[in-house]
């Protein structure tokens, strides 16, 4: 009975140290992790699948690391275009760990030196490309077909590092602080070298315009002149006709007529003198009935 309490009291104790021994023994691997293990700090086992395994205690070390989408948001940076000019560039790098041992191996799984290396690596393959185009090229469509060819590049040299760059995007670029003034001035240069070009252009189309005006209605007065003085005409032609009519119905009125007009014009006011003879033709009317000197 003594053998059995000295046994019962040592049950606790034992059963502690069996789980001290398990926990000990195995390691969990969750969902969003990857590990390694290690023994003696040579890397014995990596990749783990998500769940409960195995490793012998004081012996192996567990190395656990974050197999989720990270994010790399770099400081902007200056480069050059083909042209030599200063851009800054501010862009971020999306990227996640795809082989444990190496990541392990490159970096000792310290996310600041990580982050470091491939910055390195993406500057550098950030320099090469804006190296090879134009400020026009980098800004414009084309900028699409840049990401994806840097996306490209970064992540064949990232693989040295045991990472997957997944995207590579420029959130802004901006010009330089002592280049910027210079471009607005050039800018405003040609947009005032333009709107120069477009009011002479309409100053000389305005003109074209008011030529083409006037000679329409120089045209058109022309026109109706000469059809008002063809109208005058035949008006006058017609009338001659009628008077023409009349008055050789009665030559002898038509002259008595005409000579009243012409006593009218002349006796009428005005205070005019004419010196005339009295037997002159023009005082015929003042005579005879017949335009004969009285007897």
């Given at each position: 009975?003594?053998?059995?309490?000295k046994?019962?009291n040592?049950?606790?104790?034992?059963l502690?140290?069996?789980?001290?021994?398990?926990?000990?023994?195995?390691?969990i691997?969750?969902?969003?992790?990857?590990?390694i293990?290690l023994?003696?700090?040579?890397?014995t086992g990596?990749?783990?699948?998500?769940?409960?395994h195995?490793?012998?205690?004081?012996l192996n070390e567990?190395?656990l690391?974050?197999r989720?989408?990270?994010?790399?948001d770099?400081?902007p940076?200056?480069?050059?275009?083909?042209?030599?000019?200063?851009?800054?560039?501010d862009?971020?790098?999306?990227?996640r760990?795809?082989n444990?041992?190496?990541?392990f191996r490159?970096?000792s799984?310290?996310s600041?030196?990580?982050?470091?290396l491939?910055g390195e690596?993406?500057?550098g393959?950030?320099?090469?490309e804006f190296?090879?185009?134009?400020?026009?090229?980098?800004?414009s469509?084309?900028r699409?077909?840049?990401?994806?060819?840097?996306t490209k590049?970064?992540?064949?040299?990232?693989n040295?590092?045991?990472v997957?760059?997944?995207?590579v995007?420029?959130k802004?670029i901006?010009?330089?602080p002592?280049v910027?003034?210079?471009?607005?001035?050039?800018?405003?240069?040609e947009r005032e070298r333009v709107?120069?070009d477009?009011?002479?252009k309409?100053?000389?189309?305005?003109?074209?315009?008011?030529a083409?005006?006037d000679r329409?209605?120089t045209?058109i007065?022309?026109?109706?002149?000469?059809?008002?003085?063809?109208?005058r005409?035949?008006?006058?032609a017609k009338?001659?006709?009628?008077y023409?009519?009349?008055?050789?119905?009665n030559?002898?009125?038509?002259a008595?007529?005409?000579s009243?007009?012409?006593y009218?014009?002349?006796?009428?006011?005005?205070?005019d003198?004419?010196v005339?003879?009295?037997?002159?033709?023009?005082?015929?009317?003042?005579?005879?009935?017949?335009?004969?000197?009285?007897?």
């Open positions: 009975m003594d053998m059995i309490s046994y019962k040592f049950l606790p104790a034992v502690v140290g069996l789980l001290l021994l398990i926990w000990s023994s195995t390691f691997v969750n969902e969003w992790q990857t590990a293990k023994r003696l700090g040579e890397i990596s990749d783990y699948t998500p769940g409960l195995f490793k012998v205690p004081l567990i190395k690391f974050d989720r989408i990270q994010t790399l770099s400081s940076q200056r480069y050059l275009t083909v042209e030599q000019k200063a851009v800054i560039v862009y971020y790098v999306k990227w760990i795809s444990p041992a190496q990541f490159s970096t799984g310290s600041s030196r990580t982050a470091k491939l690596r993406i500057g393959s950030l320099r090469e190296g090879r185009r134009t400020i026009q090229e980098v800004v469509e084309e699409t077909e840049l990401m994806a060819e840097l590049k970064a992540d064949l040299q990232a040295t590092l045991g997957e760059v997944i995207d995007r420029v802004k901006d010009l330089p002592e910027s003034e210079s471009v607005y001035m050039r800018m405003r240069a709107a120069s477009l009011r002479a309409g100053k000389e189309a305005g003109e074209r315009i008011r083409d005006a329409q209605r045209v007065l022309a026109e109706a002149y000469k059809e008002s003085e063809e109208a005409g035949e008006g006058d009338a001659t006709d009628i023409a009519a009349a008055f050789s119905a030559p002898d009125f038509y008595f007529y005409r009243l007009n012409a009218r014009g002349a006796f009428g006011p005005g205070g003198m004419m005339l003879q009295p037997d002159s033709e023009f005082f015929r009317f003042f005579r005879n009935q017949d335009g004969t000197a009285p007897q």
